[in-house]
């Protein structure tokens, strides 16, 4: 089948994409046992205002580190990170950020959690509430704001994670594998569940993984990395229809070409390897 891969469809909507992140010849050094170790060379990508960024590749090829850079908390050994056009060299509620181990906080409850970003902000306590209740609503979890984070399930807490970093309404949402703990079966419940707020709030994300088919049901685009060292192998346009719950089943055939194109450059970076072993 030869379907359209020029245009991702999110984006087809508006008159011009407009780069929202731009990682810019992203480098990053890391001493390991006395010697230097390239993890990462010579990064550059470009993420859509409202765009679906999937980060693919291998263990250690330089995901995390990637994502990590981009939060701003690592720091790359040279290169540049804008976002929205401004230089990025720290953390900040602007980049909301989850992680696979959600690290909320024990000790606060469900709703405290989500007001932490909005805290750090200095907002009004009336004005926390109703945003973290709004937050919460729109991630499945109305009525649960007093319940503690040991009372609830692991799914309703990667919610939480994701009600928070909203909260504060940043400009990307940045996510490092954040449904690889999760069960079969609420992997694909909370797959649907963040692109239908990917939907309702516009917002860019920049989503990391190392499972083929999360990025696919997901993406516009998925930035395929090459490894040793760490590097952008492939941009891959992703238009299978939206909304894909209801459009797209893992067993379609442009489900399945896509597959087969991202398995064939991950064998291309096997065989590779191999040689350089060789
Ligand atoms: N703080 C650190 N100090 C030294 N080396 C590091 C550090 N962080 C990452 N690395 C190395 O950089 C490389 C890339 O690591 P990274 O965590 O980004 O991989 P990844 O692609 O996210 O892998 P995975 O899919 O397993 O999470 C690896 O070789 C890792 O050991
Ligand atoms: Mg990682």
Redesign the pocket.
Known sequence: MNHDRAIPSAMKSKNSPRPILEIKNIYKV?I?EGSR?L?LEDVNLQVNDGEFMCIL??????????LQIVAGLMEQTSGFVFLDGKEETGPGPHKGMVFQEYALLPWRNVRENVELGLEIQGVQKAERHKIAESQLANVNMKNTSRLSIHEISVGMRQRVAIARALAPDPKILLMD?PFDALDALTKEEMQIELLKTWEQTKKTIFF?T?DVDEAIFLSDRICV?DINP?RVKKVLVNNLPRPRHEKVKRTDEAFNELREEIINLYSSLMEEELDLIV
């Open positions: 890391f390991k170790f993890a590749g291998p263990t250690g090829c330089g995901k995390s580190v990637t594998e990391v190392h990395m760490g």
